[in-house]
């Protein structure tokens, strides 16, 4: 019961280009979405987060657009650097408190 | 910054012993979640635990699993009987009064 996808396993992108990492939901009932950046054995570090009431949040050379919609979300980053070379994981929850539903991770390589 | 704390961050034990593992959330968080990440899978939840009692639980999270909070401070996960397919990365995450999130680096369980 995959209620978050994350159809891109993998991207690449040149440095200072822009990055977008898509992500789809299927429960209507999820009403904030959060992306979280995880690097290889360590903990998810919280990127930004969206509440269903607004369609864009920006955060430096992060913003999340939220199309409900669609029920899709995507991150932007811009410019892309090779320090943004990480794993991308889209999370949605009920209300802002409680369990996060994960999709499947993107994969980013920023290349110099 | 305030982080939350997990020991061990490798815990390699045989197949049918007790494992426990450990979190100690930052101070003011409120809601205590238990997630793992199995090698190339996405992140699941497992239990939130919130006012001394588990508010929600997974499929996952089967009578083999217990979580507690003894001394109001560390936050424990205890596996009683462990099974190949538990090993995985373990996080512990913990929410705050504004809703944030925060995840712990994670306690790596090799089931051999």
């Known amino acids: 019961d995959q209620q978050v996808k994350q159809n891109s396993p993998s991207l690449s992108v040149q440095e200072g280009r822009i990055s977008i990492l898509n992500c789809d939901y299927t429960?209507?009932?999820?009403?904030?979405f959060l992306w979280y950046k995880k690097y290889p054995a360590e903990g998810p570090t919280f990127l930004i987060s969206?509440?269903?009431?607004?369609d864009k949040n920006e955060d430096g050379r992060f913003t999340v657009f939220l199309n409900k919609s669609a029920k899709h979300l995507s991150l932007h980053i811009v410019p892309s650097q090779p320090g943004d070379s990480a794993v991308y994981f889209c999370a949605a929850s009920s209300g802002n408190t409680g369990k996060l539903i994960f999709g499947q991770g993107t994969t980013l390589q920023v290349k110099p | 910054e305030p982080e939350v704390t997990q020991t061990p961050s490798h815990q390699v034990t045989q197949m049918g012993q007790e494992v426990i593992l450990r979190c100690v959330p930052i101070?003011?968080?409120?809601?205590f979640y238990w997630y793992r990440q199995i090698l190339g899978q996405k992140v699941e939840f497992l239990v939130s635990f919130y006012n001394n009692e588990i508010s929600e639980k997974s499929e996952i999270f089967d009578d083999q699993f217990s979580v507690e909070r003894p001394d109001g401070s560390n936050f424990t996960l205890k596996i009683r009987s462990t099974k190949l397919e538990d090993s995985a990365m373990y996080f512990c995450?913990?929410?705050?009064?504004?809703?944030?999130?925060?995840f712990g680096s994670g306690t790596r369980l090799t089931v051999v």
């Open positions: 429960n209507s009932m999820f009403d904030y």
């Open positions: 101070s003011n968080h409120l809601y």
């Open positions: 969206i509440s269903s009431i607004k």
């Open positions: 995450a913990g929410q705050g009064p504004g809703g944030g999130y925060t």
